[in-house]
T-cell receptor
Framework: DSGVTQTPKHLITATGQRVTLRCSPR?????VYWYQQSLDQGLQFLIQYYNGEERAKGNILERFSAQQFPDLHSELNLSSLELGDSALYFC????????????FGPGTRLTVT | AQSVAQPEDQVNVAEGNPLTVKCTYSVSGNPYLFWYVQYPNRGLQFLLKYITGDNLVKGSYGFEAEFNKSQTSFHLKKPSALVSDSALYFC?????????????FGAGTILRVKS
């Protein structure tokens, strides 16, 4: 158990809908990362927050947004969902913003029908 | 742009034999390299990292990795494989010259250890 928690574990929704994925980092970690894992794209970095502020951005679609709250938990919002958004979404956290290893949560499996 | 390549989709090894999972990298500058393992229906687990220093890095669960600058490689190794090592292994490189701690992952290598 990495200490990173993600909810929900599974999510099934229809195209065009909006969902919110939640992540609580390990105690004491200030950085939160979001990744998308799919068979065709592999593991893709989406976005990083550090102590409440956006720190780095990857291949995140405009339909997706994220934020980190004062208590350091983070949410990833996915809107206007398409079939291709079906994937495993991972949250990870690390102590800081430097060369720290990232600890991953168990993931949220999103299925868009 | 930074990237890593894992040339083998799958590696098969007998229990008790040494294992190697290959990774090559492409960076402009000093590489910061990581290995992660993913068990079925689980998140990724950190195994080890190379930042600087000794070319042989020791990590969790008896794994080690050898950094080779001339060959731009960072292969994961274990002297004696266990059936429980069967999993999906990812090599990753930190993106340099950008803010944040962004990692780029390889496609992954499935390791199958047979008894």
């Amino acid at each position: 158990d990495s200490g990173v928690t993600q909810t929900p574990k599974h999510l099934i929704t229809a195209t065009g809908q909006r969902v919110t994925l939640r992540c609580s980092p390990r105690s004491g970690d200030l950085s939160v990362y979001w990744y998308q894992q799919s068979l065709d794209q592999g593991l893709q970095f989406l976005i990083q927050y550090y102590n409440g502020e956006e720190r780095a951005k990857g291949n995140i679609l405009e339909r997706f947004s994220a934020q980190q709250f004062p208590d350091l938990h983070s949410e990833l919002n996915l809107s206007s969902l398409e079939l291709g958004d079906s994937a495993l979404y991972f949250c990870a956290s690390s102590v800081g913003d430097g060369l720290y290893e990232q600890y991953f949560g168990p993931g949220t499996r999103l299925t868009v029908t | 742009a930074q990237s890593v390549a894992q040339p083998e989709d799958q590696v098969n090894v007998a229990e008790g034999n040494p294992l190697t999972v290959k990774c090559t990298y492409s960076v402009s500058g000093n590489p910061y390299l990581f290995w992660y393992v993913q068990y079925p229906n689980r998140g990724l687990q950190f195994l080890l990292k190379y930042i600087t220093g000794d070319n042989l890095v020791k990590g969790s669960y008896g794994f080690e990795a050898e950094f080779n600058k001339s060959q731009t490689s960072f292969h994961l190794k274990k002297p004696s494989a266990l059936v429980s090592d069967s999993a999906l292994y990812f090599c990753a490189v930190r993106v340099l010259r950008e803010y944040g701690n962004k990692l780029v992952f390889g496609a992954g290598t499935i390791l199958r250890v047979k008894s």
